[in-house]
Structures are given as structure tokens and as C-alpha cells.
Nanobody, 119 residues
Framework: QVQLEESGGGLVQAGESLTLSCTTS?????TGWFRQAPGKEREFVAA????????FYSDRVKDRFTISRDDAKNTVYLQMSSLRPEDTAVYYC???????????????WGQGTQVTVSS
């Protein structure tokens, strides 16, 4: 079972930036970020496969968020810029053995980190 540790969440104002980190206990094929706002379903945010061969973003964050990975450190980053109040959510890091943006194909999940964007 892959262990995941997320960090970097916090409270920021609209327009500011924040970077989340996800460090895994072993190399992963696909690492993705999902988020869940209060009262809403979990939604896909971004994902990247091993060596960055495939990168995916949701339309809601494309052009504002950047996913990257340092495979030597088993760490994936989510750089979030131009944050909006609607980006407020618990952000989860997850890993999948296949290329996917669908949460049910991710079999290892972190505990989540809160991101709050004030207006």
C-alpha cells in the first residue's frame, strides 16, 4: 500500500498563490489531485503520469494550476495561482496504476489538506 503525505494547504486571499506537495512512499505511475468542497462531490483537478508523459487538468483550473513531479523525491506538486473563493476545498492527493482522471481508478489516497480562499 502506497503511503501519501500531503502538505501546503492554508488560508489565502483571492488572487494569491499556494503550492501543495504530495510525497509518496514509493514510485507511482499516475499521481493526481482531487478536491471536495463542502456539500459537493469530489472532483478531479490535475494528474500527471510517471516522467510527466501525460498531464491532465480540469477545465476549472487549466491555465491557473500547474502540476509537476520530482521523481527522485517521489513528490508531486500542485502550484495554484490566481486562486478564487470557489477553489476552496479539501485537496486530496491520490495514486493510480493506470493513466486516469477518474477517482475510482485511484487506489491510494492521502488524508487531504484544506485550502481556503477568502474574497
Amino acid at each position: 500500500q502506497v503511503q501519501l503525505e500531503e502538505s501546503g494547504g492554508g488560508l489565502v486571499q483571492a488572487g494569491e498563490s499556494l503550492t501543495l506537495s504530495c510525497t509518496t512512499s514509493e514510485r507511482t505511475y499516475t499521481t493526481g489531485w482531487f478536491r471536495q468542497a463542502p456539500g459537493k462531490e469530489r472532483e478531479f483537478v490535475a494528474a500527471m503520469t510517471w516522467h510527466g508523459v501525460n498531464i491532465f487538468y480540469s477545465d476549472r483550473v487549466k491555465d491557473r494550476f500547474t502540476i509537476s513531479r520530482d521523481d527522485a523525491k517521489n513528490t508531486v506538486y500542485l502550484q495554484m495561482s490566481s486562486l478564487r473563493p470557489e477553489d476552496t476545498a479539501v485537496y486530496y492527493c491520490a495514486t493510480a496504476p493506470v493513466t486516469s482522471t477518474t477517482d475510482h481508478q485511484y487506489n491510494n489516497w492521502g488524508q487531504g489538506t484544506q485550502v481556503t480562499v477568502s474574497s
